[in-house]
């Protein structure tokens, strides 16, 4: 009943050249996926081209993928015998029934439905019952559906309602491919000029070409030495008819003559051509009408179902791609669509506006675009929507603090090179010093320093600078995995263009977070993104701190900033003085940069208590003053009793460590906070 | 211009013969009519004047039936050639979906040729078409004439066909090259079919 199928028709048996290329990734579609992308496919190409081929190896396909699918590959004269015995023998029903487990069916040469009514009636029900329950029929013939003698409009319309596909004539480069493949199959061995030369022979289908191969290799079994490429052309004009084109004719059988029996056009005489007017001999008295309908016909059904075409490349394409292209297959069901180039136009645009969000998603988390609404442009809005909900939900992670700019930054010749390490880097974020790590006691200005940085890094358009204390970094970190919202947290640091970490040292003994910050190191490293970090003792001594980690942070610049020298005191205590009073105060400025403070901080705590007790006082803040505040010289007034405030630290002998110690006023809280030693 | 309606799933295909007076376009289309079966073929209208010249046009509608799903009907129509009836090709030439030119071999007409086929030119011009891309076909018609007569396709494709239209010899009237011509200008008119943006009213 239905013939099993050749082992040898096989995809990778199947040389694909420019002319059956498309027929060949939609056979590929449809094995892959019975029922859900071209049902029905109707392959067309004239004989020996390759269809039976291409059937087979879609069932093989199909088998190899999987081996539940019922597959039946038979040829309409099979289906058609089937039927009628099964109907001579009253089961024509049962018949009918066996066809419901097939999974994929393939029916060869329905060309010969030509007249055959009841045929095409059953195979309009099949069709009809097969697509109803989505599996998949394929269908091949000589002719499109609608070259098909007296076919039913009803089976052509489905036939173009799935996708109808024909395949040409091999280029030269295709027959060549082939010859090869079947002398390599065969075992023979010929000089490539003897199939370049069969090749460039006027043969139009695959198995003429098989047959002149096959006549070569028996030809060299009986020759004595190799063929030559015109001894090879000698062979095939002894054997085959020169006039061979176009590949209608199948090889003719061995031996008998063959003899034309297609008349010439010159050939054809007048028949029933009762028309006056029109002298014999002159010109053709042959269905002109006729002819130039045929012509007509063609070329409008080549032009109407170019569409098609175009529509089933674009479903190809995207479906390659991952996209659903359901809309475009509507398209192709349809009878015909308003406007198919329209149609395109907006699900390509649609495509884009889909690449666009879920490459946004991609930053901003990469759990929501990996979702199918991003394959969809069906669902572009939803698309839309779900990324809107990532950007509302993604705040952007903790910024450098805007009062630390770069240029306040004083620079002397100590921290010179931190801070030319710190512009240097600057100039090509991510390129020239990544990462950057500071290191550097307490309160020498490392925050300032990375705030600085990031505030100059965050000046850039589309930056989007982290720059944080390594504590919060691990409290965020904490949080979000009570919150089981990880995925969310590593989205949010992930789009960030430049992360700076203040004291790193401070994730000692914190794996996960240096687990965490590890991977996302790698991945800014990756995309060149700068990455600067505090510490207060160099990489090699995080001794708590995972290896991984801690040599990445030594493959970058360790630059360290020393304690400010008295020329940075001095500038430091010049501005700040000069911000608050507005004046500089030289000899002020001098006196306290003189105090033998080891940190930034601490000096900055000594002018704030001298301006405090300047204050106080109702006093421009003066050396005296200080002098007073800071060593305790009897130079002011308003001395206030002390003695419920000591701690026993006040001696009269006048220790200046010790009277530096003494707390006089408590100006601000804020103040006694900064000077909290750590 | 209206070829091809994909929502009312219709083909129409309006062919406008042009040339010189005389040169034979009414003898194309009446050709045409005599081989067309008559359920395919519309009633020719034809408005001549006493002298059988055309004044108006002439009008032949072909139903070539439904092709591919949408009913094609080609419309062939031709203008009066004479040079003063020039408002007249004008309306005729409107909508045109391509144009067959048919000129007169014979030697003596050559300048009513060039005339007439710059007058098409200028015309299609003056309707916003592009005369490089519009489908255009020539037939030398009167080719069985003495060949003392004549000027050969050779000399005309020399003479007329500076733009390398597809040009076919004809004899009207015997009806040699008449089809030819039709299916050449019907193939490239259908061949815009792809390009010209389908549906478009």
């Not at chain 1, 059956?20 to 579609?29: E, K, P, Q």
């Not at chain 1, 669902?379 to 939900?393: I, K, L, Y």
């Not at chain 2, 020719?44 to 108006?56: C, E």
Request: negative net charge; charged residues 25%.
């Amino acid at each position: 009943m239905s013939t099993r199928l050749n082992p040898r028709y096989r995809f990778d048996a199947y040389v694909v050249g420019a002319a059956n290329r498309l027929a060949v990734t939609a056979a590929r579609a449809v094995a892959e996926s019975p029922g859900s992308v071209y049902n029905p496919l109707f392959v067309y190409a004239g004989s020996g081209l390759g269809k039976t081929h291409l059937l087979m190896a879609m069932g093989h396909h199909a088998l190899e993928i999987n081996p539940q699918i019922a597959v039946e590959y038979m040829t309409l004269d099979e289906f058609i015998e089937a039927f009628n015995a099964a109907i001579a023998a009253g089961q024509g029903e049962a018949y009918r029934r066996r066809y419901t487990d097939v999974g994929l069916l393939l029916v060869d040469d329905v060309q010969f439905l030509t007249h055959r009514r009841e045929m095409q009636a059953e195979l309009l029900r099949l069709t009809n019952a097969m697509l109803s329950a989505g599996r998949q029929i394929v269908l091949s013939s000589d002719r499109p559906p609608n070259e098909i003698e007296a076919l039913d409009e009803r089976l052509i319309q489905r036939f173009a309602g799935g996708l109808v596909i024909d395949i040409s004539a091999p280029d030269y480069e295709t027959r060549v491919a082939i010859l090869r493949r079947q002398a390599e199959e065969r075992k023979a061995t010929f000089d490539p000029s003897v199939l370049d030369a069969v090749a460039t022979l006027p043969i139009g289908s695959i198995r003429e070409l098989i047959g002149a191969l096959n006549r070569l290799i028996a030809f060299q079994a009986v020759s004595e030495g190799p063929l030559t490429s015109a001894m090879a052309r000698t062979v095939l004009a002894k054997t085959m008819p020169q006039t061979v084109k176009g590949g209608a004719v199948p090889a003719a059988a061995a031996g008998a003559p063959t003899v034309s029996t297609v008349p010439s056009v010159s050939e054809t005489v007048a028949t029933d051509e009762t028309d006056a007017g029109v002298s014999p001999g002159q010109a053709s008295t042959r269905d002109e009408f006729g002819s130039f309908l045929t012509e007509i016909t063609s070329a409008v059904a080549r032009q109407v179902e170019a569409w098609r075409g175009r529509v089933a490349e674009a479903v190809m394409r995207w479906e390659g791609e991952g996209y659903r292209t359901e809309r475009l297959q509507r398209l192709l069901e349809g009878e015909a669509p308003v406007d198919p180039e329209a149609a395109l136009h907006d699900y390509e645009e649609d495509i884009e506006r889909l690449k666009a969000l879920e490459a946004e998603a991609q930053e901003l988390d990469p759990a929501v675009a990996g979702r199918p609404i991003f394959r969809d442009p069906d669902r572009v809005d939803e698309a839309g929507a779900e990324v809107q909900r990532a950007r509302d939900g993604l705040s952007p992670p903790p910024g450098p603090s805007p009062i630390w700019r770069l240029d306040d930054f004083v620079e002397s010749p100590a921290n010179r090179v931190a801070v030319r390490a710190a512009r240097a880097a600057l100039e090509q974020p991510g390129h020239q010093y990544n990462p950057l790590v500071i290191i550097g006691g307490n309160g020498v200005g490392k925050t300032h320093l990375l705030n600085a940085l990031g505030n100059a890094l965050a000046a850039a358009p589309g930056s989007l600078v982290a720059c944080l204390q390594a504590q919060d970094f691990v409290d965020d970190l904490i949080k979000a995995i009570e919150r089981d919202r990880v995925a969310w947290w590593r989205a949010r640091f992930r789009r960030i263009t430049a992360l700076l970490l203040d004291d790193v040292h401070l994730l000692a003994g914190k794996d996960r977070t240096q687990e965490e910050l590890f991977w996302l190191y790698n991945h800014l490293a990756e995309s060149n993104r700068q990455m600067v970090f505090t510490s207060a003792v160099p990489p090699e001594e995080l001794k708590t701190i995972e290896p991984r980690l801690r040599t990445r942070l030594e493959g970058g610049l360790v630059v360290e900033l020393p304690a400010p020298d008295r020329e940075v005191r001095e500038a430091i205590v010049s501005r700040v003085l000069r911000e608050k009073t507005g004046e500089a105060e030289p000899e002020l400025a001098a006196y306290l940069a003189a105090r033998p403070v080891e940190t930034v901080r601490a000096l900055l705590g000594l002018v704030q208590r001298v301006l405090a007790a300047a204050e106080a006082e109702q006093e421009r803040p003066s050396t005296g003053i200080a002098r007073q505040v800071l060593e305790g010289s009897p130079a002011g007034p308003a001395r206030r009793s002390t003695g419920s405030r000591t701690s026993g630290l006040l001696s009269p002998s006048g220790n200046l460590r010790s009277r530096e110690k003494m707390v006089w006023d408590w100006p601000d809280i804020a103040d006694r906070l900064i000077e909290d030693p750590r | 211009m209206s070829l091809v309606n994909f929502t009312t799933r219709e083909i129409t295909c309006k062919i406008v013969y042009y040339g010189p007076g005389r040169s034979g376009k009414t003898t194309n289309l009446q050709y045409i009519y005599g081989r067309v079966p008559e359920a395919r073929r519309g009633r020719m209208v034809s408005l001549a004047t006493q002298t059988d010249r055309t004044l108006f046009f002439d009008f032949l509608p072909l139903d070539l039936g439904v092709i591919s799903g949408f009913t094609t009907r080609f419309q062939l129509y031709t203008v009066p050639g004479q040079v003063y009836y020039n408002a007249t090709r004008k309306l005729v030439l409107q909508g045109a979906d391509g144009v067959v030119f048919v000129a007169d071999s014979q030697a003596r007409r050559l300048e009513d040729n060039l005339e007439s086929l710059q007058n098409l030119q200028a015309n299609l011009l003056g309707q916003g078409v592009d005369v490089r891309t519009f489908p255009i076909v020539l037939q030398y018609n009167k080719q069985d004439l003495p060949a003392d007569l004549i000027l050969t396709s050779a000399d005309l494709d020399e003479a007329l066909n500076f733009r390398g239209y597809r040009s076919f010899a004809g004899d009207a009237v015997r009806g040699a090259g008449v089809f030819e011509t039709l299916k050449g200008i019907s193939e490239m008119v259908l061949k815009r079919l792809a390009a010209s943006g389908a549906g478009v009213p």
